[in-house]
């Protein structure tokens, strides 16, 4: 155990830390909720990630998503990663440059207890909730949250027991409304609380 893990243990208490390292967490996009979630993870204590995309990073990334104008070019996996690191160097992070899609998202996931919904296509968010809306993962989705409107039309629904929304489901990304970080970043860290809430409330032992 690390210095940061060991102020975080002082901080949560030991059943909290215990049942927050328990946990595998599956990361469906590594963009701006994606990257944002898994800082915010990170931060309070979650270190077992497997996080998949395809994408490189471009410039006009860097207005929301958590990476750096020196790794512009990178895969985001890859950069993502990095970046977690510095926050917790021990980290475990199973990085996949990959293309999701519904033939690949169970076995990518299959050994998860958390899936975290972070896809920019309506369709990609579609498919990853019927894939998974019927397991016993928790799956944290969101929708609604481009533009400059106030944040807190960004809420969190319980749609089921291990089914949360988060957004104002309305916002779509326009040319007159693009994401933006407040707003991005209000829904990733909103998708992170859910699941420290949902973790510390389900795993402790």
């Not at 199973?94 to 998860?112: A, F, H, M, P, T």
């Not at 296509?121 to 799956?139: A, H, Q, T």
């Amino acid at each position: 155990m690390n210095l940061f893990e060991e102020t975080l243990l002082n901080q949560l208490g030991e059943n909290n830390f215990k049942a927050i390292q328990s946990v595998k967490i599956g990361i469906a996009g590594a963009g701006g909720l994606g990257s944002n979630c898994a800082f915010n993870l990170t931060r309070c204590g979650f270190k077992n990630f497997i996080i998949a995309d395809f994408d490189k990073i471009e410039y006009s990334n860097l207005n929301r998503q958590f990476f750096f104008y020196h790794q512009v070019g990178m895969p985001k996996v890859e950069a993502l990663k990095e970046n977690l690191i510095l926050i917790n160097p021990d980290v475990n992070i199973d990085s996949l440059n990959i293309y999701l899609n519904y033939d690949n998202l169970e076995d990518i996931y299959n050994d998860c207890d958390i899936i975290v919904e972070a896809f920019d296509k309506s369709s990609c968010k579609k498919m990853i909730v019927e894939k998974f809306l019927g397991s016993n993962k928790l799956l944290v989705s969101a929708s609604g949250l481009a533009g400059w409107d106030d944040s807190n039309l960004i809420t969190t629904r319980k749609i089921k027991s291990n089914f949360y929304l988060i957004g104002d489901l309305v916002s779509e990304v326009s040319e007159n409304c693009p994401p933006i970080s407040p707003r991005v970043n209000t829904a990733a860290a909103k998708q992170a609380n859910v699941i420290l809430n949902y973790v510390i409330n389900n795993f402790r032992r």
